[in-house]
Structure formats: C-alpha cells, structure tokens
C-alpha cells in the first residue's frame, strides 16, 4: 500500500471511530511497530489507553473516551453505568473514570476505566449509540440501581420513560431474569411504587419556572452552587431555597436523612429550605406558589429589618 493510501485507511478508520484507533488496527492496515511509536514521539497519535490511540491531535471528541475505553478492554465489553446513562442522556455526564461491562475473565487493570466483570452479558442488553456498543436503557438502569442515589435513579427512570427509550413491561421483564443481583430490589420496589412516569428534573424546574414567572414574582437563581451544595431554586437576598423532590425516593430512609442534614447544614448558615415535588408541581400549582410568594415576603420583611437595625 503507498502510503498515501495508507493515510488515507487511517483517516477513514478514525474518522469512524470518532477519532480512535487501536494498535491492532493499524498494524493490520499495515503499520509496523516502529512507526506506531514514531507517530506516537511526533504527536501524530495521542495515547488514551495501552493500546488504543487518538489521530491527529489530543482531544476526544463526544463518545471519544467512551469507545476508547470500550476498544481498551478487548472483544465483547461495553460502555456501562453511569458511562451508559451520560450517552443515552438519562444522567449527565461526568467526568472520571468511564464504566466497562466486561463478560468473562478479563484479567488486569485500565487506568481510567471503572470495570465491572459478569459470567456472561445477554446480547438483549447490549446496544449501539453512535457506534459505541453500550448497555441498553433497561440494563443500564439496573447497573445505575447498584452504584446511584435513589434521586439519581428515579430522575433517570423518569427521563428513560418519557423519552420511550425504555418501558415498565421491559424493565419487569429484565428483573425476572437478572436473578439476585445488587439493584434488583432497589429498582423494583420504583417501578412498583407508582406506575406514571414522573417528571423528569429538567422537566420539573421549568414547570416550576413557569409557574414562578405567571405569578410575577423574583426571579430565582436556578442549579446554583451554595457552599457545599447545589441547590435547584435561590432567591440569594430572601435566603430562600426550593429543591424538587421526586415523591417514589422518600421510601429510602438514607435518602430522608441525607436531605435532612444537607437541609440542616443550609439552615446553619441563614438559609430557609423549602422542599416541593415534582406531584404538588403538576397537582397543586397555585397552593405552591402561594407558599413560595409567603416565604419570599417573609424573606423580604426579614431582610428589611436587619438592614434597619444595621443602619
């Protein structure tokens, strides 16, 4: 092969795999060693993992890490958990390790790559999103049951339902045959729990926007950090905060006390917390507002006061 064709194989290979080729690869394309590692000494690759390699320059494209770490961990592995929930968007993404599901054997460890090994991984449970070979929703949903906060989970099986990625039928059904397994109970007793799908979160704050909005009333900061927390609605000069609940997590007494203490911690530094779910959004908007204009007057009338007795 002349080697302008040669590069021309590489570009299309790359340009398939978002960028990414393997050591393997390129050998078959006809690549010695040598000038494997001579492109790597002149930046032509960029190492992502031993063995598998960025062309032309070092930054991953979307899905670049994913397949990348997917290509390290050889034949049959897929991108899973909470790798898996940030490509099918039920989750956002995050940076970190990326999560493998690697079916037999697999000896050794990958720098940058969470593993997780199982006997064997039904072909039902594995997908494509753009070319990445990936848990299915339903699978991946499981894998999140195990590893996430009940939150985390609910908001992600809201997202899955709504955007029909997956249904209550094939996540049943997945549950039967997964057998005793880390996730099952967890994931079951929310399906269970109510069978409408709840509003996702994204979904939530913008209702709750808008309600905000036809009422006229401050605009609030939304998803904002607040020293160690981030909260979803701050009304900063009121000392006010609004955080969605989702109504199936509360059954989970780690939840409720973890929401009690972070409330606590925020309560220790002059912030009131006033918690909704996503149920009194849809089902009692004007009881709601009611509540929240009555806690920004409070606020109002409080802030008002120490800037007179400061004065």
């Given at each position: 092969?002349?080697?302008?064709?040669?590069?021309?194989?590489?570009?299309?290979?790359?340009?398939?795999?978002?960028?990414?080729?393997?050591?393997?690869?390129?050998?078959?394309?006809?690549?010695?060693?040598?000038?494997?590692?001579?492109?790597?000494?002149?930046?032509?690759?960029?190492?992502?993992?031993?063995?598998?390699?960025?062309v032309?320059?070092?930054?991953?494209?979307?899905?670049?890490?994913?397949?990348?770490?997917?290509?390290?961990?050889?034949?049959?592995?897929v991108?899973?958990?909470?790798?898996?929930?940030?490509?099918?968007?039920?989750?956002?993404?995050?940076?970190?390790?990326?999560?493998?599901?690697?079916?037999?054997?697999?000896?050794?460890?990958?720098?940058?790559?969470?593993?997780?090994?199982?006997?064997?991984?039904?072909?039902?449970?594995?997908?494509?999103?753009?070319?990445?070979?990936?848990?299915?929703?339903?699978?991946?949903?499981?894998?999140?049951?195990?590893?996430?906060?009940?939150?985390?989970?609910?908001?992600?099986?809201?997202?899955?339902?709504?955007?029909?990625?997956?249904?209550?039928?094939?996540?049943?059904?997945?549950?039967?045959?997964?057998?005793?397994?880390?996730?099952?109970?967890?994931?079951?007793?929310?399906i269970?729990?109510?069978?409408?799908?709840?509003?996702?979160?994204?979904?939530?704050?913008?209702?709750?926007?808008?309600?905000?909005?036809?009422?006229?009333?401050?605009?609030?900061?939304?998803?904002?950090?607040?020293?160690?927390?981030?909260?979803?609605?701050?009304?900063?000069?009121?000392?006010?905060?609004?955080e969605?609940?989702?109504?199936?997590?509360?059954?989970?007494?780690?939840?409720?006390?973890?929401?009690?203490?972070?409330?606590?911690?925020?309560?220790?530094?002059?912030?009131?917390?006033?918690?909704?779910?996503?149920?009194?959004?849809?089902?009692?908007?004007?009881?709601?507002?009611?509540?929240i204009?009555?806690?920004?007057?409070?606020?109002?009338?409080?802030?008002?006061?120490?800037?007179?007795?400061?004065s």
């Amino acid at each position: 092969m002349s080697k302008r064709s040669l590069e021309r194989e590489i570009a299309t290979l790359a340009a398939r795999q978002r960028g990414v080729v393997t050591r393997a690869q390129l050998v078959r394309l006809g690549l010695t060693r040598d000038a494997i590692d001579n492109r790597l000494k002149s930046s032509r690759l960029h190492a992502l993992h031993r063995g598998v390699y960025l062309v032309g320059h070092p930054h991953p494209a979307p899905g670049a890490r994913e397949l990348a770490a997917m290509l390290a961990c050889g034949r049959g592995a897929v991108v899973s958990h909470r790798s898996a929930a940030g490509l099918w968007r039920l989750l956002p993404e995050l940076a970190g390790d990326i999560h493998v599901t690697v079916p037999g054997r697999f000896q050794g460890r990958r720098p940058g790559i969470r593993l997780h090994r199982v006997a064997a991984l039904d072909r039902r449970d594995i997908r494509t999103v753009g070319g990445i070979p990936v848990t299915t929703p339903a699978r991946t949903l499981l894998d999140l049951a195990a590893v996430v906060s009940p939150r985390e989970l609910e908001q992600a099986l809201a997202e899955a339902e709504a955007r029909s990625l997956t249904w209550r039928k094939a996540l049943l059904a997945l549950l039967a045959r997964a057998g005793p397994r880390p996730g099952v109970a967890v994931l079951r007793s929310l399906i269970e729990a109510d069978a409408t799908p709840a509003l996702t979160r994204s979904e939530a704050e913008e209702r709750l926007l808008a309600l905000i909005r036809a009422a006229e009333l401050p605009a609030p900061e939304l998803n904002v950090r607040l020293g160690a927390h981030e909260v979803d609605f701050l009304w900063r000069e009121q000392r006010l905060v609004v955080e969605v609940d989702g109504f199936r997590y509360h059954s989970s007494r780690a939840a409720f006390e973890r929401d009690r203490l972070r409330d606590a911690e925020l309560g220790a530094v002059g912030f009131r917390v006033m918690r909704t779910t996503w149920r009194q959004i849809v089902r009692g908007p004007e009881a709601l507002v009611a509540r929240i204009t009555r806690a920004l007057a409070g606020g109002e009338r409080a802030r008002s006061q120490h800037v007179e007795e400061g004065s």
